[in-house]
């Protein structure tokens, strides 16, 4: 199966660290949709934590704010997730998603692309 968007840049860091997580897609999708980062912990619902629209106005989960930063580069069709102070309780797997759906930006509804999700660990 063809994957359309790429997660990459998980991994294991200690309380206050910095990861930062890609999502590389094509220029179609890059252009057009909506891209957003979601996160799912053990036991939890699907949560929304950030979105950039193609005008590149970007939201924030009111958990990452001020801590969490996205960006899109144009010249490698790519979304980031830039992640400093990093809480154990930002621990999930991080999925990259994109859609063009008129929905709220943290609804999973207004996604249709999803890629395979990248493990983030936080340590105490």
């Known amino acids: 199966q063809v994957q359309l968007v790429v997660e990459s840049g998980g991994g294991s860091v200690q309380a206050g660290g910095s990861l930062r997580l890609s999502c590389a897609t094509s220029?179609?999708?890059?252009?057009?949709?909506?891209m957003a980062w979601f996160r799912q912990a053990p036991g939890k619902e699907r949560e929304g934590v950030a979105a950039v629209d193609t005008f590149g106005m970007v939201r924030y989960a009111e958990s990452v704010k001020g801590r969490f930063t996205s960006s899109k580069d144009k010249s490698k069709n790519t979304l980031y997730l830039q992640m400093d102070s990093l809480k154990p309780e930002d621990t999930a797997i991080y999925f990259c998603a994109a859609g063009r759906s008129g929905r709220t930006w943290e609804d999973t509804l207004t996604y249709n692309i999803w890629g395979q999700g990248t493990q983030v660990t936080v340590s105490s």
């Open positions: 220029t179609y999708i890059y252009n057009n949709y909506r």
